[in-house]
C-alpha cells in the first residue's frame, strides 16, 4: 500500500482506503455498465449491484475529496462518507425503479382490447368463422387485430365495440354513439 500512497501524494492509510474504494466502485461501475451485468434479474428489489455501488461511489468519493479539500476530522470524514453514500443509494434506487416501470413486456394481451372502440381495417365478414381486422388501442399503443363479427358484415372504416375474445380474435358489434 505504500507505493500507492506515494503514488498518490497520499499520508494517511485512511486516504488510501478511500481511495482504494472509490477507483474500484468505479471501475466496477463502468465495466457493469459496459458490459450490462449484475441487475437483471433483480425484480424491485431495494438492494441492487447498482445502488450498492452508487453507495460505494457516492460515499468514497465524497471521502476523497473532504480528505483533499477540508480539515474534517476522520470521524467527521466518515459521518460526511456515509451520508453521501446513503443519498446515492436512495438516488439509485429511485432512479432503476422509475426506469423499471418504463419497462414493458411487450406482450399483447387481447382481453384488454375488451370495452373499446375501435375502427374496421379489413372488412369483417357476416360469418362469424370468417375473420376481418380492426385497429384499436391496447396497452398504450394502435393495434391491428383479428375480429369476428356476430352475422353482421362490417364495412372497412367503421366504428366497432369489442366485447369479448374468442380464438384469438376479438368479437365486435357495429358502433353508432359517442366514443369512450
Known amino acids: 500500500m505504500e507505493w500507492?500512497?506515494?503514488?498518490?501524494?497520499?499520508?494517511?492509510?485512511?486516504?488510501?482506503?478511500?481511495?482504494i474504494l472509490a477507483i474500484t466502485s468505479t471501475a466496477l461501475f463502468l465495466l457493469k455498465i459496459f458490459f450490462n451485468f449484475g441487475d437483471e434479474h433483480e425484480g424491485d428489489d431495494v438492494v441492487s449491484?447498482?445502488?450498492i455501488l452508487s453507495f460505494l461511489k457516492v460515499g468514497a468519493w465524497m471521502g476523497v475529496l473532504c480528505f483533499r479539500l477540508t480539515d474534517f476530522s476522520v470521524w467527521t470524514i466518515l459521518l460526511v462518507t456515509l451520508l453521501s453514500g446513503s443519498i446515492g443509494f436512495i438516488g439509485a434506487v429511485w432512479i432503476l425503479r422509475r426506469v423499471r416501470g418504463l419497462e414493458s413486456s411487450g406482450t399483447l394481451t387481447?382481453?384488454?382490447?375488451?370495452?373499446?372502440?375501435?375502427?374496421?381495417?379489413?372488412?369483417?365478414?357476416?360469418?362469424?368463422?370468417d375473420v376481418g381486422q380492426i385497429q384499436v388501442e391496447v396497452q398504450g399503443r394502435l393495434a391491428t387485430l383479428n375480429a369476428k363479427s356476430d352475422g353482421v358484415e362490417?364495412?372497412?372504416?367503421?366504428k366497432v365495440f369489442v366485447y369479448g375474445v374468442e380464438n384469438g380474435a376479438l368479437l365486435v358489434e357495429p358502433h353508432s354513439g359517442d366514443e369512450n
Request: glycine share 10%; net charge positive; hydrophobic share 40%.
Open 4 to 19: 500507492f500512497k506515494s503514488l498518490l501524494g497520499i499520508a494517511s492509510d485512511v486516504e488510501a482506503v478511500y481511495w
Open 49 to 51: 449491484l447498482s445502488s
Open 110 to 129: 387481447l382481453e384488454n382490447a375488451v370495452g373499446k372502440i375501435g375502427t374496421v381495417y379489413y372488412n369483417l365478414p357476416k360469418d362469424k368463422n
Open 154 to 158: 362490417i364495412k372497412t372504416g367503421s
